[in-house]
């Protein structure tokens, strides 16, 4: 389970725990380690401050490889080679460590950064995660948090490209009505997808603009093939004296009553 700190609660812990997940969430800056020092438990994002610029190792992630990947579904011009010939790759400095942590228990914490790494370390701007996959090693840890982006994507593609937001009406059952037909649409596009990368009469070039693409592309995709095939009904239409009769009709039909009479 990935969530921001408003997932760092005991009751996401217990339901993880009951159904035998593991979770990965930011430290909230009010998490205090269980060991008392000077009568006072102190606080676990002061822990930062107190490493050393040794402990933490420098990785690279490459969003367009990787067993997440398809996860991240990043554009093809995303994932290109450079012009030197080189991935492109996101940099950070971790260093993990096991901590028992006060009414949580015993966790991983990774302290992240995308900053090099100076002779002391900077609270601001290094991120702090805490998981109970203990078995994770920091570079896991991070690239596994790295995926919770999407969140934040699906719920912009739901906004910017199939209006979730764009209603106008007051009644909660309205809403929740409209919200629906959104999440049925999403849906309905990536069925759309998964049909198109199943299908072997698609290219090569083909599936990997499929594989990747987003609701965006999918729905532009659908409305390419709709009006192809609106043009191809009007061109079998325009090679008879039946079929032009037919469109005339068709298209007086489209005008208002007032102004049927002018066409």
């Known amino acids: 389970m990935l969530g921001d700190t408003a997932f760092d609660a005991k009751c996401v812990r217990a339901a993880c725990q009951e159904r035998g997940y593991f979770w990965i ?5 009010n998490r205090v380690f269980s060991a008392k020092k000077h009568g006072k438990r102190p606080r676990v994002s002061l822990r930062i401050e107190q490493l050393p610029a040794s ?3 420098t990785i690279r992630l490459s969003i367009g490889s990787g067993p997440y990947a398809a996860q991240r579904r990043a554009s093809c011009h995303r994932t290109a080679l450079r012009r030197d010939g080189t991935k492109s790759t996101r940099t950070y400095h971790v260093h993990s460590e096991r901590s028992e942590v ?19 370390i900077q609270r ?5 995660l805490m998981t109970n996959a203990k078995h994770l090693s920091a570079r896991q840890v991070c690239e596994l948090y790295s995926l919770r982006w999407q969140i934040e ?10 209006g979730m937001n764009q209603y106008s009406f007051k009644d909660f059952e309205a809403v929740e009505s409209w919200m629906g037909i ?10 759309t997808r998964r049909r198109k990368l199943a299908d072997r009469r ?3 070039r083909q599936r990997k ?12 995709a659908l409305l390419l093939g709709i009006r192809y095939r609106e043009h191809q009904w009007h061109l079998r239409r325009l090679k008879t004296n039946h079929g032009l009769r037919t469109l005339r009709k068709r298209y007086t039909e489209l005008l208002s009553q007032e102004y049927r009479c002018l066409a």
């Open 25 to 29: 969430v930011p430290v909230n800056t």
């Open 55 to 57: 402990r933490f190792q």
């Open 102 to 120: 006060h009414n949580v228990g015993m966790v991983m914490l990774v302290f992240s950064s995308s900053k090099p790494i100076g002779k002391k």
């Open 124 to 128: 601001e701007g290094t991120k702090l």
């Open 153 to 162: 994507l699906f719920f912009k593609e739901l906004k910017s490209t199939l």
């Open 182 to 191: 959104v999440l049925i649409t999403f849906c309905y596009l990536e069925w």
């Open 202 to 204: 698609i290219d090569d």
């Open 209 to 220: 603009c499929w594989k990747h693409a987003r609701s965006y592309t999918v729905r532009e």
